[in-house]
Nanobody, 123 residues
Framework: QVQLVESGGGLVQAGGSLRLSCVTS????????MGWFRQAPGKEREFVAS????????SGADSVKGRFTISGDNAKNTVYLQMNSLKPEDTAVYYC????????????????WGQGTQVTVSS
């Protein structure tokens, strides 16, 4: 099993920044890809960004490109999501997820999930 624990959410004004962290209990073939997703009230869970532990390649949703950056610390088994220039529409519960090498933007490809952390952006 892989356990994920997120932290770093909170309340911030529009234009501000937050950094989310996700610590994974172990790294396996089944957790080769780390992803961040978010879910706003009444909406489906949507892809935000992902990265591969091996090689460090990253991917991001068009809605956050240029504002959000995903990165990882191999020594700490931790993935970060740096969020800058936050907008009210970024308000959501943010989830960290881990999946096998084929995991993409679809939540169903990720078998491991954290408990989520609330991000609220005020206007």
């Amino acid at each position: 099993q892989v356990q994920l624990v997120e932290s770093g959410g909170g309340l911030v004004q529009a234009g501000g920044s937050l950094r989310l962290s996700c610590v994974t209990s172990r790294r396996t073939f089944g957790s080769a890809v780390m992803g961040w997703f978010r879910q706003a009230p009444g909406k489906e869970r949507e892809f935000v960004a992902s990265m591969r532990w091996s090689g460090g390649s990253t991917s991001g949703a068009d809605s956050v490109k240029g504002r959000f950056t995903i990165s990882g610390d191999n020594a700490k088994n931790t993935v970060y999501l740096q969020m800058n220039s936050l907008k009210p529409e970024d308000t959501a519960v943010y989830y960290c997820a881990a999946g096998p090498p084929g995991a993409t933007v679809t939540p169903g490809f990720y078998p491991y999930w954290g408990q989520g952390t609330q991000v609220t952006v005020s206007s």
